[in-house]
């Protein structure tokens, strides 16, 4: 087994085979720091909506974060959305492989 020290994924299983290339977001400690930066940037975006001067259209607009709740509930609601149509677009996985007869012929 290699060691722990060089490939961080081996004990679980995950990240490259021994003697692959080991790439930056093979290190779980990478990852985390892009986590860490997203939800730091978000915090900083949140601070800032206080002290900006917004030239609303609709009284709304005006609302804390309203543009970043708005895109929120946006995303859920397209996620939703698309849970609900893949049950209506789905096929079998045999959908254009189904055999008509015994002798292996597909339909036509």
Not at 19 to 45: Q, R
Not at 76 to 91: D, E, G, S, T
């Amino acid at each position: 087994m290699s060691d722990p020290q060089n490939n961080p994924h081996d004990e679980h299983g995950h990240g490259p085979r021994p003697g692959e290339k080991n790439y930056w977001l093979d290190n779980p400690k990478n990852v985390d720091l892009i986590w860490y930066a997203l939800a730091g940037a978000c915090f900083l975006l949140f601070v800032a909506d206080f002290f900006v001067e917004k030239h609303p259209h609709f009284p709304i607009e005006e609302w804390v974060n309203f543009y970043g709740f708005y895109g929120f509930i946006g995303c859920v609601f397209l996620v939703l959305a698309a849970a609900q149509l893949r049950k209506v677009l789905m096929r079998d996985e045999d959908y254009y492989e189904r055999k008509s007869d015994e002798d292996g012929k597909g339909q036509q």
